[in-house]
Every structure is written in structure tokens, then in C-alpha cells.
């Protein structure tokens, strides 16, 4: 069971980077995804999430405030990927980005599993 973050890399205010969540061993589309980063000496934040297929409000998306309007994040069921559009970047996106499983997208539910994140970071 693996789950693997990559796509990060350097880019400049207002660019723009896709993020990947590649699943192997498990199908990730029976978990909620999402996406937390954390940036040096600052607590972990979560930054996006989408729902299961199997759940209530099945392949329904939920942003920070910070991000919304910037960032999309949607699921590929045929690579076994979730993505993260990442666009309009700030200096402030700068951090580790990593993608977890859940049961459900809602604060009552914790990451169960993550795997090594992926560096993002914005300057010019």
C-alpha cells in the first residue's frame, strides 16, 4: 500500500503547478482525499478535500478559505491519481504538500495515511 505525492517544484508568484496523489495496492476512490501542507515552524492546515465515491455526498470538493477560487482538486478513477490544480500561486502556498485518506472530508474524521509530501514552493 503506497501513496505517493509529487508534481511540486519552484515557480513564481501568479504560476502555477499540478499537484499528483497516485494510489498502489488500494483504490483510492473508496477514501476521501485530502490535501494538507505544512510549512516550516507552522502548524499542518488543511487545504482541500474530496469526498468518496461511496459516501453521502459522494465526489463533493471543500477548500480552505485561502485557497478557494486558486486551487481544484479532482480524481482520475482510471489512473488511481487525485489531482491538485494549483493556480495564482503566493508566497504564502510555500510548503510540503501531502495527500491522506480518510473515511469522510468532515473535521470529525483524521488522516489515516499519508505518504512522503511534495515541496511547492512559490518566489521570485
Known amino acids: 500500500v503506497q501513496l505517493q505525492a509529487s508534481g511540486g517544484g519552484l515557480v513564481e508568484p501568479g504560476g502555477s503547478l499540478r499537484l499528483s496523489c497516485a494510489a498502489s495496492?488500494?483504490?483510492?476512490?473508496?477514501?476521501?482525499i485530502r490535501w494538507f501542507r505544512q510549512a516550516p515552524g507552522k502548524e499542518r492546515e488543511g487545504v482541500s478535500c474530496i469526498s468518496s465515491s461511496i459516501s453521502g455526498d459522494a465526489g463533493s470538493t471543500y477548500y480552505t478559505d485561502s485557497v478557494k477560487g486558486r486551487f481544484t482538486i479532482s480524481m482520475d478513477n482510471a489512473k488511481n491519481t487525485v489531482y491538485l490544480q494549483m493556480n495564482s500561486l503566493k508566497p504564502e502556498d510555500t510548503a510540503v504538500y501531502y495527500c491522506?485518506?480518510?473515511?469522510?472530508?468532515?473535521?470529525?474524521?483524521?488522516?489515516?495515511?499519508w505518504g512522503q509530501g511534495t515541496q511547492v514552493t512559490v518566489s521570485s
Open positions: 495496492g488500494f483504490t483510492l476512490d473508496y477514501y476521501a
Open positions: 491522506a485518506t480518510r473515511a469522510e472530508c468532515g473535521p470529525r474524521f483524521s488522516d489515516n495515511y
